[in-house]
């Protein structure tokens, strides 16, 4: 069974913008709010809540808090819907079947 806990974090668009913006290596809250144009407060509001759905970790830097992400979620999510592309793959495969099945029925 999938957490929803990861899909209820993700649902919102800004924090969907940041788990993108941190696919490419760690960031602090300043620097994600300025690729996102957000305010700081805001920033920490949605990073805060990542946070909690464990899809991000904190990282201490010198003086500097980062943001990284957590691959463990994501790998979760992966393999919860893998499932459905197996079902959506069989359907496609079954479709595709049946379609050069009526295809050589009009050749006949």
């Given amino acids: 069974m ?9 649902a919102e668009p800004t924090r969907l913008r940041m788990v993108e913006v ?8 300043g620097e994600i709010a ?3 144009g957000l305010r700081q407060p805001q920033a920490s509001k ?12 904190v990282e201490a ?24 592309r197996k079902m959506w793959n069989e359907r496609f495969d079954n479709l595709d079947e049946y379609l050069r099945h009526l295809q050589s ?4």
């Fill in 2 to 10: 999938m957490d929803t806990t990861t899909f209820s974090a993700l």
């Fill in 22 to 29: 941190l696919k490419n290596g760690p960031l602090s809250v």
């Fill in 34 to 36: 300025e690729q996102l």
């Fill in 46 to 57: 949605h990073l805060r809540v990542l946070l909690e759905a464990g899809l991000v970790e």
């Fill in 61 to 84: 830097a010198a003086n500097r808090r980062n943001y990284r992400l957590r691959t463990e979620p994501l790998q979760a999510l992966d393999a919860w819907l893998e499932a459905y």
């Fill in 105 to 108: 029925k009009d050749k006949e």
